[in-house]
Protein backbone atom coordinates (compact mmCIF):
# COMPACT_ATOMS: atom_id res chain seq x y z
CA UNK A 1 0.00 0.00 0.00
CA UNK A 2 1.60 3.40 -1.17
CA UNK A 3 2.00 5.96 1.48
CA UNK A 4 3.10 9.60 2.24
CA UNK A 5 5.22 11.09 4.96
CA UNK A 6 5.91 14.60 5.13
CA UNK A 7 8.26 16.46 6.76
CA UNK A 8 10.02 19.70 7.24
CA UNK A 9 7.46 21.38 9.35
CA UNK A 10 8.37 23.85 12.18
CA UNK A 11 8.28 26.96 13.88
CA UNK A 12 9.83 29.95 11.83
CA UNK A 13 9.67 33.64 11.97
CA UNK A 14 8.09 36.18 9.52
CA UNK A 15 9.96 36.49 6.61
CA UNK A 16 11.60 33.13 7.02
CA UNK A 17 11.24 30.28 4.55
CA UNK A 18 10.94 26.26 4.56
CA UNK A 19 11.21 23.19 2.91
CA UNK A 20 8.47 20.94 3.10
CA UNK A 21 8.74 17.16 1.96
CA UNK A 22 6.57 14.95 0.69
CA UNK A 23 8.03 10.95 0.22
CA UNK A 24 6.14 8.51 -2.03
CA UNK A 25 7.00 5.19 -0.68
CA UNK A 26 6.44 3.65 -4.55
CA UNK A 27 8.32 2.40 -6.72
CA UNK A 28 6.61 4.55 -9.80
CA UNK A 29 6.70 7.62 -7.87
CA UNK A 30 6.86 9.41 -10.81
CA UNK A 31 2.94 8.19 -12.04
CA UNK A 32 1.66 10.25 -9.07
CA UNK A 33 0.40 13.41 -8.96
CA UNK A 34 0.99 15.08 -5.89
CA UNK A 35 -0.75 17.85 -4.49
CA UNK A 36 -0.12 20.26 -0.93
CA UNK A 37 -3.09 21.07 0.91
CA UNK A 38 -3.32 23.29 3.81
CA UNK A 39 -5.73 24.19 6.34
CA UNK A 40 -5.55 26.41 9.66
CA UNK A 41 -7.55 26.56 12.47
CA UNK A 42 -11.12 27.00 12.16
CA UNK A 43 -10.73 27.39 8.18
CA UNK A 44 -11.43 25.08 5.27
CA UNK A 45 -9.02 22.97 3.46
CA UNK A 46 -7.19 24.70 0.39
CA UNK A 47 -5.08 23.01 -2.16
CA UNK A 48 -1.82 25.74 -3.02
CA UNK A 49 0.15 23.52 -5.64
CA UNK A 50 0.23 20.35 -7.39
CA UNK A 51 3.00 18.20 -9.51
CA UNK A 52 1.33 16.53 -12.27
CA UNK A 53 3.10 12.73 -13.30
CA UNK A 54 6.37 12.09 -15.02
CA UNK A 55 6.99 15.18 -16.24
CA UNK A 56 3.83 17.28 -16.63
CA UNK A 57 3.06 20.15 -15.56
CA UNK A 58 2.93 22.36 -11.94
CA UNK A 59 0.79 24.83 -10.98
CA UNK A 60 0.17 27.12 -7.86
CA UNK A 61 -2.65 28.65 -5.98
CA UNK A 62 -2.77 32.27 -7.52
CA UNK A 63 -1.96 34.17 -3.94
CA UNK A 64 0.76 32.22 -3.65
CA UNK A 65 2.19 31.77 -6.60
CA UNK A 66 5.22 34.21 -5.85
CA UNK A 67 6.24 32.35 -2.84
CA UNK A 68 6.40 28.68 -3.80
CA UNK A 69 7.95 26.07 -5.64
CA UNK A 70 7.24 22.71 -6.13
CA UNK A 71 9.16 19.80 -7.58
CA UNK A 72 10.38 16.32 -7.62
CA UNK A 73 14.16 15.52 -6.47
CA UNK A 74 15.61 13.43 -9.05
CA UNK A 75 16.43 10.15 -8.05
CA UNK A 76 14.67 10.12 -5.08
CA UNK A 77 10.87 9.29 -4.26
CA UNK A 78 10.57 13.14 -2.85
CA UNK A 79 8.32 15.73 -3.66
CA UNK A 80 9.45 19.46 -1.80
CA UNK A 81 8.09 22.41 -1.78
CA UNK A 82 9.75 25.70 -1.03
CA UNK A 83 7.96 28.02 0.83
CA UNK A 84 9.35 31.79 1.51
CA UNK A 85 8.28 35.04 2.14
CA UNK A 86 6.06 33.48 5.39
CA UNK A 87 3.86 35.57 6.94
CA UNK A 88 1.59 34.57 10.29
CA UNK A 89 -1.24 33.66 7.83
CA UNK A 90 0.84 30.45 6.72
CA UNK A 91 0.39 28.88 9.58
CA UNK A 92 -1.25 26.30 8.92
CA UNK A 93 -1.48 21.75 9.14
CA UNK A 94 -0.03 21.07 5.28
CA UNK A 95 -0.73 17.57 3.87
CA UNK A 96 0.56 16.02 0.65
CA UNK A 97 -2.02 13.82 -1.58
CA UNK A 98 -1.37 11.88 -4.38
CA UNK A 99 -3.14 9.82 -6.94
CA UNK A 100 -2.62 8.38 -10.02
CA UNK A 101 -4.60 10.15 -13.14
CA UNK A 102 -7.94 8.26 -14.24
CA UNK A 103 -6.46 9.08 -17.90
CA UNK A 104 -2.58 8.95 -18.71
CA UNK A 105 -1.18 12.35 -19.33
CA UNK A 106 -3.91 14.38 -17.39
CA UNK A 107 -2.41 16.87 -15.62
CA UNK A 108 -3.10 17.39 -11.94
CA UNK A 109 -5.24 19.59 -9.89
CA UNK A 110 -4.93 21.05 -6.53
CA UNK A 111 -8.41 22.81 -6.34
CA UNK A 112 -10.35 19.36 -5.34
CA UNK A 113 -9.02 17.03 -2.62
CA UNK A 114 -11.54 14.04 -4.08
CA UNK A 115 -9.04 13.93 -6.65
CA UNK A 116 -6.64 12.23 -4.38
CA UNK A 117 -6.68 9.19 -2.53
CA UNK A 118 -3.57 8.77 -0.55
CA UNK A 119 -2.79 11.40 1.95
CA UNK A 120 -0.02 12.08 4.73
CA UNK A 121 -0.58 12.55 7.93
CA UNK A 122 0.05 16.40 7.96
CA UNK A 123 3.18 18.49 9.05
CA UNK A 124 2.27 21.98 11.09
CA UNK A 125 3.67 24.56 9.79
CA UNK A 126 4.07 27.71 12.42
CA UNK A 127 4.98 31.67 11.58
CA UNK A 128 5.68 33.43 14.30
CA UNK A 129 7.68 35.85 16.01
Known amino acids: QVQLVESGGGEVQPGGALILSCTVSASNSDDYAVAWFRQAPGKEREGISCISPKKGPTFYLESLRDRLILSRISGTNNVELIMSSLTPEDTAAYYC??????????????????????WGQGTQVTVSL
Open 97 to 118: AASIPRRSGDACDFRSALDYNI
